[in-house]
């Protein structure tokens, strides 16, 4: 059983780091949109692509409040509420299954 808690284990650390890594990135999309950008330039093609599904399904439930497109917010909440409950888990279900 020790295979499968080191398995739940690397799972649970390497889904941490997914989501604080996706969080930077619907950070930086949130703040680049606040600015004139050049919506050909690679970067802002990357994180619109990566974030933008994500965003216009929040804005299927969540409309903009006037010009203030509150989604990102939202998406952070989910992720943070996400990053504390699954990776821990996770990793406190691989630790017991090693002993």
């Known amino acids: 059983m020790f295979i499968i808690g080191n398995f739940l284990i690397a799972l649970g650390k390497a889904l941490a780091i997914g ?9 930086l999309s ?11 330039h690679p970067l802002i093609r990357f994180l619109r692509g990566t974030t933008e599904p994500v965003f216009s399904r929040v804005r299927r439930f969540i409309p903009p ?7 990102p917010l939202f998406i952070l909440l989910i992720l943070y509420f996400l990053l504390e409950f699954l990776p821990p888990t996770l990793i406190k279900t691989g630790i017991s299954l090693q002993r």
């Not at 989501?19 to 950070?27: N, R, S």
């Open 19 to 27: 989501i604080k890594v996706y969080i930077f990135l619907v950070i």
């Open 30 to 40: 949130a703040v680049s949109s606040w600015f004139t950008v050049d919506p050909f």
């Open 65 to 71: 409040i006037g010009f203030v497109d509150i989604s």
